[in-house]
């Protein structure tokens, strides 16, 4: 398997699973649906968004490349902790700029992944964005010739 869907389960494994538990605590003393699933199912939206400009998806859209697991886990772990408002580690807001530049970076270099365990079809995707150009001319009024008007 390429490709893994990033489940509450994976996100609370390790030191990861007191936040989780505030989380849904906090969401119930306020009276309010758990975010969980929310904050999991947005991250892996981004994720499968900045993959899509150079990869086919996998038809299951709860699903991300394996290599960007631990990236998923991250970032909703951050989502997390700010809906507790719980302060990010010096280390934690290092990492995330880093993700960050990552995420940039497979947006910008299109970088290759995992082939997906079930490809999906071209209508999942959009095409690139290729522009036709129709013509051509001689610009008229340009920077020089105005002489910065």
């Not at 013509?135 to 002489?147: E, H, V, Y």
């Amino acid at each position: 398997m390429n490709w893994t869907t990033v489940t509450e389960d994976l996100v609370k494994t390790g030191k990861n699973s007191a936040i989780f538990a505030s989380v849904q605590s906090l969401a119930a003393a306020r009276g309010e649906a758990d975010p969980v699933p929310e904050m999991v199912a947005d991250v892996t939206a981004t994720l499968r968004a900045c993959v899509s400009s150079g990869n086919r998806l996998d038809q299951d859209a709860t699903k991300i490349p394996n290599s960007l697991k631990g990236l998923a886990i991250r970032m909703v772990t951050l989502r997390l902790k700010d809906y507790i408002e719980m302060e990010m580690s010096p280390y934690e807001k290092g990492q995330a700029d880093a993700d960050r530049g990552y995420l940039n970076r497979i947006n910008d270099e299109k970088i290759r992944f995992e082939t997906p365990d079930a490809p999906a079809g071209a209508a999942e995707m959009q095409a690139d964005n290729a522009v036709e150009v129709a013509s051509t001319g001689k610009r008229l009024l340009t920077r020089n010739k105005l002489s910065g008007l």
